[in-house]
């Protein structure tokens, strides 16, 4: 594997795993290595401590045995990158204050400076039945993607599914989400 992109999605891992973006089995992450292959973490890996070994490769025209070792997401991811070339990173994060927020709002308009900038409003978009989106979520969040000018999809109740071409770039959009809504919940209690 290549060891930039193990680097990248460690350093950014660490820093979304810090922030409690991401939850101790929960979350994921991957980076696309040619047209059709992308790394993703497994789904034993605790993405505070991302290794070599806990990201598994695997290739979209050969479904081997990798894929039932790769995260629960990874369809989500697959779709994402087939859909959209200009994708390189992807990642599932669970902000509490975002996530929190998409549960009582249908979008998210920031108040803040770095919010209205970078962001602008967000969209929260509702799965409706949560019973089988699990199912709908690959097919469902790339249409999404496609139809709205974003890079950053804030799902009712489920997170927030970014993607980029710049690894930090997407870290910084999903980070400036989670400070808009907690700020707005913050100035809600004034």
């Known amino acids: 594997m290549d060891k930039h992109l193990i680097?990248?999605?460690?350093?950014?891992?660490?820093?979304?795993f810090n922030k409690n973006f991401?939850?101790?089995?929960?979350?994921?992450?991957?980076?696309?290595?040619s047209r059709d292959?992308?790394?993703?973490n497994s789904k034993e890996t605790i993405l505070n401590e991302v290794t070599e070994d806990s990201l598994v490769k695997l290739d979209c025209q050969k479904r081997?045995?990798?894929w039932s070792m790769a995260n629960a997401d990874v369809h989500i991811h697959e779709h994402i990158y087939e859909t959209i070339p200009s994708a390189k990173y992807v990642s599932y994060t669970m902000p509490p204050y975002a996530t929190a927020f998409s549960l009582k709002h249908g979008k998210v308009s920031p108040q803040d400076y770095?919010?209205?900038k970078v962001l602008g409003e967000v969209i929260v978009y509702d799965p409706k039945n949560i019973d089988d989106w699990i199912e709908r979520a690959p097919y469902e969040i790339p249409q999404f993607f496609q139809k709205h000018n974003t890079?950053?999809?804030?799902i009712k109740g489920f997170g927030v599914i970014c993607y980029d071409r710049d690894i930090t770039e997407m870290?910084?959009?999903v980070s400036i989400l989670e400070n808009s809504c907690r700020l707005l919940a913050l100035s809600a209690n004034l």
């Open 171 to 173: 870290a910084k959009k």
């Open 37 to 40: 292959s992308f790394i993703i």
């Open 7 to 16: 680097d990248d999605i460690k350093h950014i891992s660490l820093s979304l």
């Open 64 to 66: 081997d045995y990798r």
């Open 151 to 154: 890079h950053l999809l804030l």
């Open 114 to 116: 770095y919010g209205k």
């Open 22 to 33: 991401f939850g101790v089995y929960h979350g994921s992450i991957s980076a696309r290595m």
